[in-house]
């Protein structure tokens, strides 16, 4: 970490990997230290900030705890994928309590005043858990590509212990991204320390961390979902009511119901059949309600796939928006050192714009699964009637 003992414009080198403060510094360094806070304490426009910043990470906290007590209360949801989507909530509710809090001060004083100790610890967790909460997406993508494409033989491997395994992989992984920088980080100069960032002089490692915590996960998650997403269209045409309606008509079960079209119009020409004493018989006289609870529950599982297919790219979109600008950031500029330069007020809006995924995460994944949903509410009726 690169140290400060004055007050100097922050360097396009001293980008943080995976977070940047050095905002606020820049308009310390311009126009004095009264000129932001004021001498009556702070400006409204960092109360509003702290504000904003505040409620965000309160409600990440109270979010991913709702999904992981829902999970653990609710035994229907004890299962490996449920558990892979409990480790989510964990790991993003870690970024709002180890992360964000420090962040937020950070953010709206532009100076560190914390320590070395607290920063390299700070650091070190906003690193992992992020990347962590990243490739917990990968994770569960990967889940539901082998449970639709090997749906027989992956759900004999589909156990506890099995999501346990690669829980365990997604932190390992981590914290071999956020190691590194410990090993080379600066000796503590002299004089207070006032600003808290990855030095990235090492270009190997900034490629190396980018590339593993967000760009490969990226096109892994876009190869997964990719191919979800067609095994999903594949099925909704399996599913489709015309299909089913031609079964039905082979099988000679009609229905007065204006839905099946196709037995319907066998309805007309079965009022011209006779039986074998000459006398008329009247096939649409004769209710199978069979056949309209066959095409009812085609339609629902219809139904349910296409919101699962909507539901992937509602994921994919959240992720990649909260998150590129960040890490194109965080890759480019380090690269082209002092012949690029960015706003740096940017760079505090990017970093939570990546926060905010932790809070996004818990909301598509709980409200698009009907589960979860009934489960939630059941739990929240039985806190507020207790």
Not at 89 to 99: C, E, K, N, Q, Y
Not at 323 to 349: E, R
Request: charged share 15%; aromatic share 10%.
């Amino acid at each position: 970490m690169e140290q400060e003992t004055g007050c100097e414009p922050a360097a396009p080198e001293r980008l943080n990997v995976l977070h940047t403060n050095d905002s606020l510094q820049d308009r310390n360094c311009s126009a004095g230290p009264e000129s932001y806070q004021g001498a009556e304490g702070l400006s409204s426009l960092q109360v509003i900030v702290t504000i904003v910043l505040a409620v965000t990470t309160l409600s990440t906290i109270l979010s991913n705890g709702f999904v992981i007590a829902t999970v653990y209360q609710t035994r229907k949801l004890h299962t490996p994928a449920n558990y892979l989507i409990a480790s989510l909530a964990f790991t993003d509710m870690l970024v709002a309590i180890l992360v964000m809090p420090i962040s937020t001060m950070y953010t709206v004083t532009g100076t560190w005043t914390l320590g070395q100790v607290i920063c390299d610890i700070w650091l070190s967790s906003d690193i992992t858990c992020c990347t962590a909460s990243i490739l917990h997406l990968c994770v569960i993508a990967l889940d539901r590509y082998w449970a639709i494409t090997d749906a027989v033989e992956y759900t004999k491997k589909r156990t506890p212990k099995r999501a346990a395994v690669m829980i365990a992989l997604v932190w390992v992984f981590s914290i071999s991204i956020s190691m590194p920088p410990l090993f080379w980080r600066q000796e503590k100069a002299e004089g207070e320390v006032l600003s808290c960032t990855v030095n990235t002089d090492h270009i190997l490692y900034t490629v190396y961390s980018t590339v593993g915590a967000f760009y490969l996960p990226t096109l892994i998650l876009i190869a997964l979902y990719g191919r979800i997403y067609v095994e999903a269209r594949s099925r909704i045409l399996k599913q489709s009511p015309k299909n089913t309606g031609k079964r039905l008509t082979r099988a000679h079960l009609i229905t007065d119901s204006p839905e099946s079209s196709s037995v319907c119009s066998l309805n007309s020409r079965a009022q011209d059949m006779s039986s074998d004493s000459g006398s008329p018989v009247y096939l649409n006289q004769v209710k199978v309600k069979v056949s309209d609870a066959l095409l009812e529950k085609k339609k629902i599982m219809a139904a349910r796939e296409r919101k699962a297919t909507k539901t992937l790219g509602i994921i994919l979109g959240a992720f990649i928006v909260c998150w590129l600008p960040f890490f194109i950031a965080s890759l480019v500029l380090p690269i082209c050192d002092t012949a690029c330069w960015f706003h740096p007020a940017l760079f505090d809006f990017f970093t939570w714009l990546g926060y905010l995924n932790s809070l996004i995460n818990p909301i598509i994944y709980t409200m698009s699964n009907e589960d979860f949903k009934l489960a939630f509410h059941k739990l929240v009726r039985f806190r507020f009637t207790t």
